[in-house]
């Protein structure tokens, strides 16, 4: 897959910009807080239909704008594609999806058009906060490439929320206990399908994130992934889940809450054996986040039969010259759109285009 075309309006401290990348790698230099990581943020946007650093579409549009819009232009095996999403802060459709000509009435629909691998500060929390970073790690990259896992997640959240509602209620009016069991149904037949997809996917990524790891680090260290689930070895994951569910039911009475399910899932992170979260440096923590990011490319790539689009954000300065140079061999194979304050953090990376941001304008150099 390769960009053709990113254009923005009203979006961030963007009044109006069309970018057209280079096929290989393209650069936006500049001081900090002017705007280089507004434009990763406005393709992953179209890459998922969600900002990766807030939930609040509206803090998307510029100050002072009724609404905003970013469309990007693909050429992939299958053609070219276009992908627009256009936020407002007023009207019944504060988010609206078009896929070329058509609008999307779910934003489902958009997944797979703009395929995109993300590597950014916030990344670090992969590693160093609670399971529901490392879920979100792993979902985001299913969405992507698999729709029916995005709408099993979907249905599982929402009848996740339904059968917590369903436990208040029984507490009021305990007639209510009967109904406990169809929702005990659905969920888990949506989450079978979640804990099989992800099981096979964080078994796949551990093979290419050590692998990934082992080069970036020059072999020093060894990355391992496991699926921490009480499903991982189970064989009929739909049945040991409704067992597990009937066993806690007291449990989910008394505490007004579901216990069991794919919302408790994490992804076990260890570096030569030992917790990366725990006893990783900061260095350590960061290189396997990108080892991560590398190995869902990999994973994207196999998948799709082409590669997505590769966004680092401010990562180069981060790295010891070791690991910089390991890097730059592998985005070589890939588009990729580059943030960095200095450009000598590309020394050896051959660079395409390269953007001056300032105060939200684009300058090619």
């Known amino acids: 897959m390769r960009v053709k075309s990113l254009s923005l309006s009203q979006f961030r401290n963007y009044e109006q910009a069309l970018i057209e990348p280079d096929a290989g790698v393209t650069v ?16 992953h946007l179209c890459c998922l239909g969600r900002s990766h650093r807030t939930s609040r579409d509206e803090e998307l549009i ?30 019944r459709r504060r988010k609206v ?3 070329g000509a058509r609008q999307a009435e779910r934003i489902g629909e958009l997944l797979g058009h703009v395929c995109g691998v993300l590597f950014s500060p916030e990344d670090l929390q992969i590693v160093k906060s609670g399971p529901a970073e490392r879920r979100r790690f792993i ?9 029916a896992y995005f709408y099993a997640l979907q249905r599982a959240m929402r009848t996740l929320n339904q ?41 796949r990524l551990c093979e290419l994130a050590a692998s990934a790891h082992a080069s970036l680090t020059g072999g020093r260290e060894q990355l391992s992934l496991r699926y921490l689930s009480p499903f991982a070895q189970a064989q009929d994951v739909r049945e040991a889940m409704l067992a597990r569910l009937h066993d806690a039911r007291s449990e989910d009475l008394r505490r007004m809450t579901t216990s069991v399910g794919v919302h408790r899932d994490d992804i ?98």
């Open 268 to 365: 076990g992170i260890t570096i030569d054996g030992k917790d990366a979260r725990l006893f990783a440096s900061q260095g350590q923590q960061r290189s396997a986040v990108l080892s991560l990011k590398l190995a869902q490319l990999e994973l994207a790539m196999q998948e799709r039969g082409e590669a997505p689009v590769l966004m680092l954000d401010d990562v180069m300065s981060e790295l010891d010259p070791s690991r910089r140079r390991q890097l730059i061999e592998r985005i070589d194979r890939v588009q990729t759109f580059v943030t960095c304050t200095d450009l000598s953090d590309l020394a050896g990376a051959r660079q395409g285009a390269v953007y001056r941001v300032e105060n939200g304008v684009l300058t090619a150099l």
């Open 97 to 99: 999806v078009r896929i």
């Open 163 to 203: 059968r917590n509602a369903l436990l208040r209620d029984i507490a009021r009016d305990p007639s209510l206990i009967s109904t406990l069991d169809m929702w005990d149904e659905q969920l888990a037949q949506c989450g079978a399908l979640i804990a099989e997809n992800r099981r096979e996917a964080i078994g």
């Open 62 to 91: 510029r100050w002072g704008q009724p609404c905003a819009r970013a469309a990007v232009t693909t050429e992939q095996r299958d053609g070219t594609h276009e992908v627009s999403v256009a936020l407002s802060r007023a009207g």
């Open 28 to 43: 936006f230099t500049g001081p900090n807080a002017q705007g280089k990581t507004n434009i990763l943020e406005a393709l």
């Open 139 to 147: 979902d985001m990259q299913l969405s992507q490439l698999r729709p």
